[in-house]
Antibody
């Protein structure tokens, strides 16, 4: 069973950095990709970044390209989102969600974490 | 504004059938699978439909998805009060090389 738990959110000043983590306590973490999706207060969903099951493929939204970096450590069953040069408009709840399976044949976005709030403010 | 276009609101009475539309382009909906999500207040999104019209296990068959050209629709039949939520469509976009979401539709059960 997939169970995703995000951590690392908090209040940070504009221009500073923050690293989010997405961990799975299950035994199949290395077999699927992970997405980060954010939701600004009172707004809709925005896909931020994604990484393949083995870390070989990474994708970013234009709004974060060059500032955010997604990575994973399968030995720790954790995906990271390193967020640099943070802006007020990055303020949001950040969710991680399960991505594509290594062998295909399973739906993406079928498991989500509870979210972690990032507030960028001086 | 969002790459995928949804109506901001929809409504229906209990037992009714409602549909929510999602309009895109040839770089996303026209050539890629469409996903639909339900988000209840204060909770994480939940996958309702994947690959245009497939339901994950546990999703009632009252929810159905369809796609035609560059548009997709989510239909909810036998509307219930607990269906009151925000609904989002999403698809991969080849031009952007990333996932795009609709702006969301707030469904009210009258």
């Amino acid at each position: 069973q997939v169970q995703l738990v995000e951590s690392g959110g908090g209040v940070v000043q504009p221009g500073r950095s923050l690293r989010l983590s997405c961990a799975d306590s299950g035994f199949t973490f290395s077999t699927y990709g992970i997405h980060w999706v954010r939701q600004a207060p009172g707004k809709g969903l925005e896909w931020v970044a994604g990484i393949s099951y083995d870390g070989s493929k990474k994708f970013y939204a234009d709004s974060v390209k060059g500032r955010f970096t997604i990575s994973r450590d399968n030995s720790e069953s954790t995906v990271y989102l390193q967020m640099n040069s943070l802006r007020a408009e990055d303020t949001a709840v950040y969710y991680c969600a399960k991505g594509r399976c290594s062998g295909g044949g399973c739906p993406e976005f079928d498991y989500w974490g509870q979210g972690t709030l990032v507030t960028v403010s001086s | 504004q969002s790459v995928l276009t949804q109506p901001p609101s929809a409504s229906g009475t209990p037992g009714q059938r409602v549909t929510i539309s999602c309009s895109g382009s040839s770089s996303n909906i026209g050539t890629k699978y469409v996903f639909w999500f339900q988000q209840l207040p204060g909770t994480a999104p939940k996958l309702l439909i994947y690959s245009n019209n497939q339901r994950p296990s546990g999703v009632p068959d009252r929810f159905s998805g369809s796609k035609s050209g560059t548009s997709a629709s989510l239909a909810i039949s036998g509307l219930r009060s607990e269906d009151e939520a925000d609904y989002y469509c999403a698809a991969w976009d080849d031009t952007l090389s990333g996932w795009v979401f609709g702006g969301g539709t707030k469904l009210t059960v009258l």
